[in-house]
């Protein structure tokens, strides 16, 4: 299962009275793991940067002015993305920016159901607890040292491990078993253990086996150890 965590920078507020987006972080996810991929882009607003919003990220106009547009990046920001959901803190204000400059640059919207809002997880887990990303850092100790400003990239790495934590933590299967759907139904498949077509030879020397046998005399007729097949 393929997850995209992903964060934004803006101008201001609201993209209907002309805020654009300035920075775009996104990492990847695969069955809940970070797989080291990431997707990380500043942007050219096409307009001034408000003080208020450089006080927040600290990105200036004259950083940004030779950064390209989002028209220029439209494609490989949708390839790296796919069909993906997309886990998003506050999914509502980043799904508006990022709809609204597809739509400027000529491409579909996002459909609203792909997004994860983690916001909303957890307000549901945690009702009445502050529920912002530092907050959240603090309730599962996570390490934020390094959010002097708000920045994408680093906002949607702190971001996947709070959504791991929110989700039940980090406890993957790590693919031991696989679901798969036939008609209207599904069945777990356990992977198969190997065997070797040889037995390997034993490294236990005669003196080791004579003790080991001695300490099942010790241990009676029903113990595990004498239950066990180990010749595979």
Request: charged share 30%.
């Amino acid at each position: 299962m393929r997850e995209v965590v992903l964060d934004t920078e803006t101008t201001g507020l609201d993209p209907e009275t002309g805020d654009r987006i300035v920075e775009i972080g996104a990492v990847e996810l695969w069955n809940h793991l970070p797989t080291g991929k990431t997707f990380h882009i500043y942007l050219n607003p096409e307009r001034n940067m408000p003080q208020e919003a450089q006080a927040v990220h600290g990105l200036t106009e004259d950083f940004l002015k030779d950064k390209p547009l989002f028209s220029q990046i439209v494609d490989d920001f949708l390839a790296f993305i796919k069909n993906s959901k997309i886990v998003i803190h506050n999914a509502s204000f980043d799904m508006k920016f990022l709809n609204a400059e597809l739509v400027l640059a000529d491409r579909s919207k996002l459909p609203s159901d792909i997004a994860i809002d983690t916001l909303g997880i957890a307000r549901k887990k945690f009702p009445g607890s502050p529920a912002s990303l530092d907050a959240l850092c603090r309730r599962f100790n996570i390490d934020n040292s390094a959010r002097t400003l708000h920045g994408a990239l680093l906002d949607s790495e702190i971001l996947a491990e709070v959504y791991l934590e929110l989700i039940g933590g980090r406890q993957p299967d790590f693919g031991l078993s696989e679901v798969h759907k036939i008609g209207e139904g599904s069945f777990n498949e356990e992977r198969q253990e190997l065997k070797r077509p040889t037995t390997l030879k034993t490294r236990l020397t005669a003196k080791e086996k004579e003790a080991h046998n001695a300490f099942l005399k010790e241990l009676g007729p029903n113990a595990i150890w004498k239950k066990l097949d180990f010749k595979n």
